[in-house]
Nanobody
Protein backbone atom coordinates (compact mmCIF):
# COMPACT_ATOMS: atom_id res chain seq x y z
CA UNK A 1 0.00 0.00 0.00
CA UNK A 2 1.42 3.35 -1.07
CA UNK A 3 1.47 5.87 1.75
CA UNK A 4 2.94 9.31 2.37
CA UNK A 5 3.14 10.55 5.95
CA UNK A 6 4.02 14.13 6.84
CA UNK A 7 5.40 15.21 10.20
CA UNK A 8 7.20 18.13 11.78
CA UNK A 9 4.46 20.71 11.89
CA UNK A 10 3.82 22.81 14.97
CA UNK A 11 3.70 26.28 16.44
CA UNK A 12 6.54 28.68 15.74
CA UNK A 13 7.05 32.39 16.19
CA UNK A 14 7.43 34.69 13.18
CA UNK A 15 10.97 34.47 11.93
CA UNK A 16 11.35 30.95 13.24
CA UNK A 17 12.05 27.69 11.43
CA UNK A 18 10.51 24.27 11.03
CA UNK A 19 11.54 21.18 9.12
CA UNK A 20 8.77 19.07 7.67
CA UNK A 21 9.28 15.44 6.72
CA UNK A 22 7.49 13.34 4.12
CA UNK A 23 8.10 9.64 4.65
CA UNK A 24 7.12 7.09 2.06
CA UNK A 25 5.99 3.54 2.69
CA UNK A 26 5.11 0.91 0.16
CA UNK A 27 7.22 2.55 -2.53
CA UNK A 28 10.65 4.09 -3.08
CA UNK A 29 10.50 7.88 -3.01
CA UNK A 30 13.62 8.45 -5.07
CA UNK A 31 11.77 7.15 -8.14
CA UNK A 32 9.16 9.88 -7.66
CA UNK A 33 9.00 13.62 -7.96
CA UNK A 34 7.78 15.04 -4.64
CA UNK A 35 5.84 18.21 -4.16
CA UNK A 36 4.94 20.18 -1.08
CA UNK A 37 1.64 22.03 -0.99
CA UNK A 38 -0.25 24.01 1.59
CA UNK A 39 -3.83 24.98 2.19
CA UNK A 40 -4.97 27.61 4.64
CA UNK A 41 -8.61 27.90 5.79
CA UNK A 42 -10.75 29.52 3.12
CA UNK A 43 -7.93 29.53 0.57
CA UNK A 44 -7.06 27.36 -2.39
CA UNK A 45 -4.29 24.83 -2.19
CA UNK A 46 -0.97 26.17 -3.44
CA UNK A 47 2.32 24.55 -4.26
CA UNK A 48 5.35 25.63 -2.23
CA UNK A 49 8.07 23.33 -3.53
CA UNK A 50 8.84 20.43 -5.80
CA UNK A 51 11.88 18.23 -6.31
CA UNK A 52 12.34 16.04 -9.35
CA UNK A 53 13.12 12.34 -9.37
CA UNK A 54 15.71 12.54 -12.13
CA UNK A 55 18.11 15.47 -11.91
CA UNK A 56 17.32 16.99 -8.53
CA UNK A 57 15.69 19.99 -10.16
CA UNK A 58 13.67 22.06 -7.71
CA UNK A 59 10.86 24.57 -7.95
CA UNK A 60 9.76 27.30 -5.56
CA UNK A 61 7.14 29.97 -6.08
CA UNK A 62 8.11 33.55 -5.31
CA UNK A 63 6.19 33.50 -2.02
CA UNK A 64 8.70 31.07 -0.46
CA UNK A 65 11.80 31.38 -2.64
CA UNK A 66 14.89 31.96 -0.53
CA UNK A 67 13.12 30.80 2.64
CA UNK A 68 12.09 27.20 1.90
CA UNK A 69 14.40 24.40 0.79
CA UNK A 70 13.39 20.91 -0.32
CA UNK A 71 15.79 17.96 -0.08
CA UNK A 72 15.87 14.19 -0.20
CA UNK A 73 17.36 11.50 2.02
CA UNK A 74 16.98 8.41 -0.11
CA UNK A 75 18.46 6.16 2.59
CA UNK A 76 15.57 7.16 4.85
CA UNK A 77 13.01 7.21 2.02
CA UNK A 78 12.13 10.72 3.15
CA UNK A 79 11.85 14.18 1.62
CA UNK A 80 12.25 17.26 3.78
CA UNK A 81 11.02 20.83 3.57
CA UNK A 82 13.17 23.22 5.56
CA UNK A 83 11.20 26.39 6.24
CA UNK A 84 13.08 29.42 7.54
CA UNK A 85 12.02 32.99 8.26
CA UNK A 86 8.43 31.90 8.68
CA UNK A 87 5.86 34.62 8.24
CA UNK A 88 2.32 35.14 9.46
CA UNK A 89 1.08 34.31 5.96
CA UNK A 90 2.66 30.83 6.03
CA UNK A 91 0.28 29.01 8.42
CA UNK A 92 -1.58 26.18 6.73
CA UNK A 93 -1.87 22.43 6.55
CA UNK A 94 1.13 21.27 4.57
CA UNK A 95 0.88 18.21 2.36
CA UNK A 96 3.37 16.22 0.32
CA UNK A 97 2.46 14.56 -2.94
CA UNK A 98 4.24 12.11 -5.24
CA UNK A 99 4.23 11.20 -8.90
CA UNK A 100 6.68 9.73 -11.37
CA UNK A 101 6.11 12.78 -13.59
CA UNK A 102 7.59 16.06 -12.32
CA UNK A 103 5.14 18.27 -14.19
CA UNK A 104 2.19 16.31 -12.81
CA UNK A 105 3.37 16.98 -9.27
CA UNK A 106 4.03 20.66 -9.93
CA UNK A 107 0.48 20.94 -11.23
CA UNK A 108 -0.88 19.14 -8.16
CA UNK A 109 -2.56 16.54 -10.36
CA UNK A 110 -1.15 13.42 -8.72
CA UNK A 111 -3.24 10.78 -6.94
CA UNK A 112 -0.74 10.22 -4.12
CA UNK A 113 -1.12 12.60 -1.19
CA UNK A 114 -0.28 12.54 2.47
CA UNK A 115 -2.75 13.53 5.18
CA UNK A 116 -0.98 16.75 6.07
CA UNK A 117 0.74 18.43 9.00
CA UNK A 118 -0.37 21.72 10.55
CA UNK A 119 1.97 24.70 10.67
CA UNK A 120 1.03 27.65 12.87
CA UNK A 121 2.98 30.90 12.99
CA UNK A 122 2.11 33.17 15.87
CA UNK A 123 3.75 35.31 18.49
Amino acid sequence: QVQLVESGGGLVQPGGSLRLSCAGSGFTLDYYAIGWFRQAPGKEREGVSCISNSDGNTYYPDAVKGRFTVSRDNAKNTVYLQMNSLKTEDPAVYYCAADRDYRTVVAGMTDYWGTGTLVTVSS
